[in-house]
């Protein structure tokens, strides 16, 4: 059994480059995230065609998450329980469209976009970490409820848990960029206290190994990337992978997301 999470950055966009990388990869399970889409406009035709069930959690052209499987697609279930709102000051808060879950061939996936902080001193960078922590309340919770749960994290965390998850860590601290700073890592790794472990890192160690790179300032070419996709497992789901990979060429070509898809491969 192969599943897979990759942000697509714009479903729409990509439909044509989604549907070829389905099929070359043979995936079963697919977690995605930046759809960009509300559920009317969600491309359901191009996962039916191709024997995949889909449920989508979209409600404006930003964020926007989905679970495509062929193996079933139950109890699914938007946005986690307390799962923080968003507000500028002033404002009311929002529930924006970042989590999405549903039981697939007896796992249950999580399709996760994170909040980006944006900046050191954002408003959204304690929206992020509140998010990362009541996620993680509630993956203790569910671990300890049953440890046999078989449950998969995976999405665009929009975090570089080691140095080596970045091209030049002395630029991001110099410029006191997100993604690396002590309270984003430190919401990541709590999950390891919870349970959950990073799968993919042991079959693709770095440093260099990344799963996201910036259009701007050619930044794929010149290999300055980022790891920030990730999927997080359960023990009992840890114990049965037998393989991952980052499929890096799919960042290649006309038209490619500025992600690269993250594949896990479990024994039956």
């Not at 699914?76 to 404002?91: C, I, L, M």
């Not at 469209?97 to 001193?121: E, F, H, K």
């Not at 049965?240 to 500025?258: L, P």
Request: hydrophobic letters at 40%; one cysteine or more; proline letters at 5%.
């Amino acid at each position: 059994m192969k599943i897979a999470t990759w942000n697509v950055n714009s479903l729409r966009a990509r439909a044509d480059r989604v549907e070829a990388w389905l099929e070359r990869s043979d995936c079963d399970v697919l977690a995605i995230q930046e759809t960009k889409c509300k559920d009317e406009n969600f491309p359901w035709e191009l996962f039916e065609r191709m024997g995949y069930e889909v449920a989508h959690f979209g409600v404006n052209q930003w964020n926007g998450v989905a679970i495509a499987s062929r193996v079933g697609l139950d109890d699914v279930e938007r946005t986690f329980v307390d799962q923080p709102a968003f507000g500028k000051a002033g404002k009311d808060p929002a529930q924006e469209a970042r989590a999405i879950a549903a039981t697939c061939g007896g796992i249950r996936v999580w399709s996760l976009y994170v909040p980006n902080g944006r900046s050191l001193d954002d408003e959204h960078m304690p929206y992020k970490i509140k998010w990362l922590e009541v996620l993680r309340g509630q993956a203790s919770e569910w671990v300890q409820a049953d440890p046999n749960a078989q449950i998969a994290l995976m999405g665009d965390w929009n975090i570089a848990p080691f140095d080596d998850d970045v091209w030049d860590i002395q630029l991001f601290r110099d410029n006191n960029y997100t993604h690396v700073s002590e309270p984003e890592r430190a919401a990541f790794h709590a999950f390891e206290t919870a349970g959950f472990t990073d799968v993919v890192r042991p079959y693709t160690p770095g440093p260099g190994v990344y799963t996201y790179w910036d259009y701007t300032q050619l930044r794929f070419p010149k290999k300055e990337g980022m790891r920030i996709d990730f999927c997080l497992a359960s023990p009992a789901l840890a114990s049965r992978v037998t393989g991952a990979s980052i499929d890096r060429e799919e960042r290649k070509g006309k038209g490619a997301s500025d992600h690269a898809p993250v594949i896990v491969e479990l024994a039956d």
